[in-house]
């Protein structure tokens, strides 16, 4: 327990734990859990909702250390600097979605600390791909930049194309494999980002169960923002909803575009089933 607090990192690891600047008795710490994705699963929605956790302390920023070349070279000391400052009986928590899909990732993660507790967030791939495409889309316009639609980029002459990096991203089997080839299973925690939406409560109640914290969090945390159309935090009398970034409009796609969709990751689909132990109803 004391290790996954304090985000101990292994003996090959060359910083130590903590870094040595205090303020009114707090320090740096490597993260003791990560959330590693997946992109669009929810990742920002679980760690504010984690963050209501008195004794969870989470990085605002995604810190992209383990899958961004230039950042992973500055070492384990940029790391923790990027990290919020925290009592020791404290758990610090990042999310980088980007961590999941990186082949370098797991490794990586292992050499910090191979008693760090990660946690996925998974949501129905098909409507992964439509919210992954929305970001882009939206950055694009934002940028006044050319974009292309939907279906041009899912479809090749009328069948998916598999070279999609959207598509490829939700692809949950091939990319928990990697992670699977370091971590126990045990270490990852699997979170069911459609059931998130619908009533977040539970799902944080299995994750704070997961991550060794005392029940904390309240169902009287959480209210439904009927002009957000989705669920808020309260916490000591402030109110917080995620911004507008996430539960966008999504982007429109042919009914018959979708159902392709949803046939392509059949087959993929029941592979992540058997690997994780459980299923989920998506299309
Ligand atoms: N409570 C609450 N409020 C707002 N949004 C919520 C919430 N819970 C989950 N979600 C869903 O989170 C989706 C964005 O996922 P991520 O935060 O992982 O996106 S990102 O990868 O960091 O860009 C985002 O996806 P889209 O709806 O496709 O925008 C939301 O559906």
Redesign the pocket.
């Known amino acids: 327990l004391r290790e996954l607090r304090s985000g101990s990192p292994s003996p090959h690891s060359s910083s130590s734990a903590s870094s040595p600047a205090p303020q009114n008795g707090t320090l740096q710490r490597l993260p003791g859990a990560i959330i590693i994705?997946?992109?669009?699963?929810?990742?920002?929605?679980?760690?504010?909702?984690l963050n209501l956790h008195p004794d969870v302390e989470v990085a605002k920023a995604?810190v992209h250390y383990f899958n961004v070349e230039e950042h992973f070279h500055r070492g384990l000391s940029w790391y923790r600097s990027q990290m919020p400052f925290t009592l020791p009986s404290q758990l610090t928590v990042e999310?980088t979605?980007g961590y999941f899909s990186a082949p370098l990732a797991p490794a990586r993660v292992w050499d910090m600390n191979p008693a760090v507790r990660l946690l996925l967030?998974v949501?129905d791939p098909a409507?992964?791909v439509?919210?992954?495409y929305?970001?882009v889309l939206h950055n694009r316009l934002t940028r006044h930049k050319p974009y292309q639609p939907l279906e041009e980029l899912l479809l090749q002459k009328g069948h998916i194309n598999p070279k999609y990096k959207a598509l490829q991203r939700s692809l949950y089997h091939q990319h928990l494999s990697r992670w699977l080839e370091v971590f126990p299973r045990d270490q990852i925690h699997v979170v069911d980002?459609d059931a998130?939406?619908r009533d977040?409560f539970p799902e944080l109640k299995k994750a704070e169960r997961f991550l060794l914290l005392p029940p904390k969090i309240n169902p009287s945390n959480?209210y439904y923002n009927t002009t957000?159309?989705?669920?808020?935090?309260l916490t000591a009398g402030h109110d917080k909803?995620?911004d507008e970034?996430?539960?966008?409009p999504?982007a429109p796609l042919s009914v018959q575009a979708f159902k392709q969709l949803c046939h392509y990751f059949r087959k993929p689909n029941k592979l992540f089933f058997e690997m994780v132990g459980r299923s989920f109803s998506w299309c």
């Open positions: 994705g997946v992109r669009k699963g929810g990742t920002r929605a679980l760690l504010e909702m995604e999310k979605p967030i949501r409507e992964r439509v919210s992954d929305t970001q980002g998130l939406i977040p959480f957000k159309g989705f669920y808020c935090m909803c995620l970034s996430k539960g966008r999504h």
